[in-house]
């Protein structure tokens, strides 16, 4: 399956992998339901076993679930549903996801990297956390902490795969974001859509990876990458559906943004101070 416009009753899952670009996704999916038809898991106090205790109407009202959960979270949706998720080439969001380790004192792994003094190489081999094992595969095949670290095989990339072709309206990729966009555009119907970045890791590697922890990288994400060109491979296919007007509709997404991307973000950040916080 290529993909397919979901109905209006349709509710849209936005699987958030880490560090693929969702923070800057947040804000322009605020912009396209009311407050009331968002639940976002992992704000606050709405962690995924209190989405799930939710009452029947609750669950019910919602149009747009985001979170960083794993594949399977529409079960306890009422209505029908249709997912999308973000890729990052395995080797960039390694390093964006061990810089965001290192600056986050919240993270589950903050406190043993700076206790240990871990370089991101020794991060990866101490096996803390499996994100960094193919953590998009996981996820998108529904196992993310069921397999130990270094113990996932081929038919968990299947599974993932056959997610992707069965559930996911698309799945986008962070080196491609705009394109990503107006695919949501196509698929959702979404409107006003320009942006600025948000919650950009600064990253702290200053020199190049060293070929042993390059190779490292690459070793425990195999599956990750097998994934990322499979995704690749099925976006092209989608958005060759929609030439050759996608391309001149990127052409003037790329021309309005750097204006219209600031415009839009004082909006959001009027909305938001206009909201009392039980809206946000």
């Known amino acids: 399956m290529i993909g397919h416009q979901p109905g209006k009753e349709t509710a849209v899952i936005f699987l958030h992998i880490p560090k693929t670009a969702g923070s800057t996704l947040h804000q322009i999916i605020r912009r396209q339901y009311p407050a009331s038809a968002i639940y976002h898991i992992g704000s606050h106090a709405d962690s995924e076993p209190t989405f799930r205790a939710l009452p029947l109407a609750r669950r019910s009202r919602i149009r747009l679930l985001m979170g960083h959960f794993e594949m399977g979270i529409d079960a306890y949706l009422p209505r029908p549903s249709t997912y999308f998720t973000m890729l990052r080439h395995p080797v960039a969001r390694a390093v964006s996801y061990f810089a965001h380790v290192r600056r986050d004192p919240d993270h589950y792994c903050h406190h043993l990297v700076h206790h240990e003094q871990m370089t991101l190489s020794t991060f990866i081999q101490s096996g803390a956390d499996v994100m960094m094992d193919n953590g998009q595969t996981r996820m998108l095949a529904g196992v993310l902490y069921a397999i130990p670290f270094g113990q ?29 966009l107006l695919l949501m555009r196509h698929f959702f119907g979404w409107r006003n859509l320009y942006y600025t970045r948000r919650n950009v890791t600064a990253h702290t590697q200053k020199d190049p990876l060293s070929a042993e922890t390059l190779a490292l990288i690459h070793q425990v994400n195999q599956l990750d990458a097998a994934l990322y060109a499979f995704a690749a491979d099925r976006l092209a296919q989608q958005v060759a559906r929609l030439e050759p007007a996608f391309s001149q509709q990127l052409a003037r997404f790329h ?13 959001d950040e009027l909305r938001l101070r206009l909201q009392g916080p039980s809206e946000r």
């Open 152 to 180: 996932l095989d081929a038919t968990v990339l299947e599974q993932a795969r056959q997610n992707l072709r069965a559930r996911f309206a698309f799945a986008g990729l962070t080196e491609k974001f705009d394109q990503a």
């Open 255 to 267: 021309r309005l943004n750097p204006w219209l991307g600031p415009l839009a973000h004082y909006g």
